[in-house]
């Protein structure tokens, strides 16, 4: 059974630094697509950040060189890394894991396990 838990959300200033974290548990973090998204009210889910096997990383324009994705293989752990902070920002964060081939990292359609979620609210 796949459980995805994230934590580490909360109120920031703009300009501020957040950082998330997601356990895994039910499968191995080190042979599958992990990636964030992050959804605000009344708008679609988005894909933030996305991390590969070979650790390779893709990020959302809106977020490039302000967040930085991470996994420890060790504890099953994914993070963001999310630094000057905007108000636009704010958000559910959700962790995102196993994946198919199809789509691409930041449509939703892609994974098929996601954590419940962590807010993210920035002023």
């Known amino acids: 059974h796949v459980q995805l838990v994230e934590s580490g959300g909360g109120s920031a200033l703009a300009g501020g630094s957040v950082k998330l974290a997601c356990t895994a548990s039910?499968?191995?973090?080190?042979?599958?697509?992990l990636a964030w998204f992050r959804q605000s009210p009344g708008k679609q889910r988005e894909g933030v950040a996305t991390?590969?096997?070979?650790?390779?990383?893709k990020y959302a324009d809106s977020v490039k060189g302000r967040f930085t994705i991470s996994k420890d293989n060790a504890t099953n752990t994914l993070y963001l890394q999310m630094d000057s902070l905007k108000p636009e920002d704010t958000a559910m964060y959700y962790c995102?894991?196993?994946?198919?081939?199809?789509?691409?990292?930041?449509?939703?359609?892609?994974?098929?396990?996601w954590g419940l979620g962590t807010q993210v609210t920035v002023s």
């Open positions: 995102a894991a196993v994946c198919t081939y199809l789509y691409t990292w930041d449509d939703h359609r892609k994974y098929s396990n």
């Open positions: 039910g499968f191995d973090k080190s042979s599958t697509c």
């Open positions: 991390i590969g096997r070979d650790d390779t990383t």
